[in-house]
């Protein structure tokens, strides 16, 4: 039976193509859409129903192996019902990509503004925080550590104000440069997956995977490709008997790496 695999933070349709990647790994594959309700549509019941029924189509469309449920990224609530909702249609969710992609938030919020301090929060911070807990829960709710739950942090990395002001050459219009609200967001991604790491790597049922890596590395620059090293990694980690301690788990995988078993490839901090 294929493997269920959750992607969020990169929403449809930024994720097609890395969605269609892990389709072609042989993955049943669930990637998340903005829950936002028209203000229109508060007014105008009919035309809220009509919506939500148009949702549970979609949601229960499985012919590509692809699925697509809404997630309100500021919602614990809805972290949960992300959960349950991809499990309503593939049964039971396996794996989970958690990505942050910097330069797609890069290219989408370049005000520097309370308000985007609050959303940014809310969507770049909170939101893989809230879903994370989730998926952590629901995988250690599993007594079985032969078919061990994947969590994976994947963070396609961007360059930054303060990057460009090193390397002026970086505002050459190749790339989006971040604002410091996406940029402080980026790194609170990579604390919390290292220190999640530093709590449950050694959980027997559990397995979390750190990947980072740029777009000047061809296999990040090709979301399919990413998404089938994505599928071979998880597969090959999952196949160990014996886990690594937690603390040589504590290391950034570079996109394209073989599976080596002693241990990852380590990056230093950005």
């Known amino acids: 039976m294929a493997r269920t695999i959750l992607v969020a ?11 269609d990647g892990l389709v072609q ?19 105008d019941i009919e035309a809220a129903g009509q919506r939500v029924e148009e949702r549970h189509k979609k949601m229960l469309d499985k012919a590509s192996g692809i699925a697509t449920v809404p997630w309100n990224r500021g919602s614990p609530i809805s972290a949960r019902t992300l959960i349950l909702n991809a499990e309503s249609v593939f049964e039971r969710i396996d794996d989970v990509v958690l990505y942050f992609d910097e330069e797609l938030y890069a290219s989408r919020a370049n005000q520097v503004d309370i308000e985007e301090c609050s959303q940014g929060c809310s969507d770049m911070i909170l939101a893989y925080q809230y879903l994370t807990l989730e998926v952590l829960k629901r995988f250690k709710a599993r007594k079985t550590d ?13 360059p930054s104000a303060a990057d460009a002001v090193r390397a002026p050459s970086l505002r050459n219009g190749a790339y989006s440069i971040a604002s410091p609200v996406v940029a402080a967001a980026a790194t609170a ?32 620059a090709n979301e399919t490709s990413l998404a089938k090293w994505t599928a071979y990694y998880v597969d090959a980690l999952a196949q160990q008997k014996a886990k690594g301690m937690a603390k040589r788990s504590l290391a950034w995988i570079r996109p394209g790496t073989k599976f080596q078993k002693p241990g990852f490839s380590l990056l230093g901090r950005k």
Do not use: T, W
């Open 25 to 43: 790994s042989g993955r049943q594959v669930v990637v998340c859409e903005p829950d936002v309700i028209d203000d229109e549509d508060v007014f």
């Open 146 to 158: 032969r078919d061990p739950g994947s969590l994976v942090f994947l963070l396609k990395e961007g």
């Open 189 to 220: 991604f990579m604390a919390f997956a290292e220190n999640i790491v530093a709590l449950y790597g050694d959980m027997q049922n559990i397995n979390v995977l750190m990947v980072r890596g740029d777009k000047s590395m061809d296999i990040v």
């Open 9 to 19: 933070g990169k929403d449809m349709p930024a994720c097609s193509k890395y969605a």
